[in-house]
């Protein structure tokens, strides 16, 4: 499978402790983003990497959370002391900006169950 | 503020009928309008974008900046349309998309 992918899948882990998410974009996609996604909710946006760049972060994005892109390959989402109302679908995206394609290509997101 | 509403949560029709999943949109700028589908136990794909005036699967939508909609319409449902939609909007520089709430659509034979 040439897409994006994310690891783990799943994540169950207790309140108050520390989670780190990977995700491999498409290997030439030089923006990357992370999404989260609750129940019977669109995802919501997170962050923004344009290469290793972050360009943007949403003010739904606690100091609890920090994002990573080295070398503008393959980024990591880390969650710190974390708490219940973390549970959710972490998706990771990436695109490459043409002139004619500015698809963002999911991956099959990892979820999160903080008990 | 930018906002993506999708009214409906639930589109319930019978194979062979008409579908129009609705979008409504509120952006300040110039957008780029996609569609994305998500089936079941899969990741999200994009089902079509405003740019390419493209029909996909027999889905077809347009944006009509008067009204800030996109909707998405297929003449005639199939049942292995039954999914998840999710209607999606960037700005010129694609720093993010923002995604509406998404409508589950079943295709009942």
């Known amino acids: 499978d040439t897409g994006v992918s994310q690891d783990p899948r799943h994540k169950i882990t207790k309140r108050g402790q520390n989670v780190t998410f990977r995700c491999d974009p498409i290997?030439?996609?030089?923006?990357l983003y992370w999404y989260r996604q609750t129940l019977g909710q669109g995802p919501e946006f997170l962050t923004y990497?344009?290469?290793?760049?972050?360009?943007?972060k949403s003010r739904l994005l606690s100091d609890r959370f920090s994002a990573e892109r080295p070398k503008g390959s393959f980024s990591t989402l880390e969650i710190q002391r974390t708490e219940q109302g973390d549970s959710a679908m972490y998706l990771c995206?990436?695109?490459?900006?043409?002139?004619?394609?500015?698809?963002?290509?999911f991956g099959q997101g990892t979820r999160l169950t903080v008990v | 503020a930018q906002r993506v509403t999708q009214p409906e949560k639930l589109l319930s029709v019978f194979k062979g009928a008409p579908v129009e999943l609705k979008c409504n949109y509120s952006y300040s700028g110039s957008p780029e309008l996609f569609w994305y589908v998500q089936y079941s136990r899969q990741r999200l794909q994009l089902l079509l974008r405003?740019?390419s005036r493209e029909s996909i699967k027999g889905f077809t939508a347009d944006l009509n900046k008067g009204e800030t909609s996109f909707h998405l319409k297929k003449p005639f449902a199939q049942e292995e349309d039954s999914a998840m939609y999710y209607c999606a909007l960037s700005g010129y520089n694609f720093n993010k998309f923002y995604f509406g709430s998404g409508t589950k659509l079943n295709v009942k034979p």
């Open positions: 995206a990436s695109s490459s900006r043409t002139v004619m394609n500015t698809e963002a290509f």
């Open positions: 405003h740019i």
């Open positions: 290997s030439e996609h030089n923006r």
């Open positions: 990497f344009q290469n290793e760049a972050q360009l943007e």
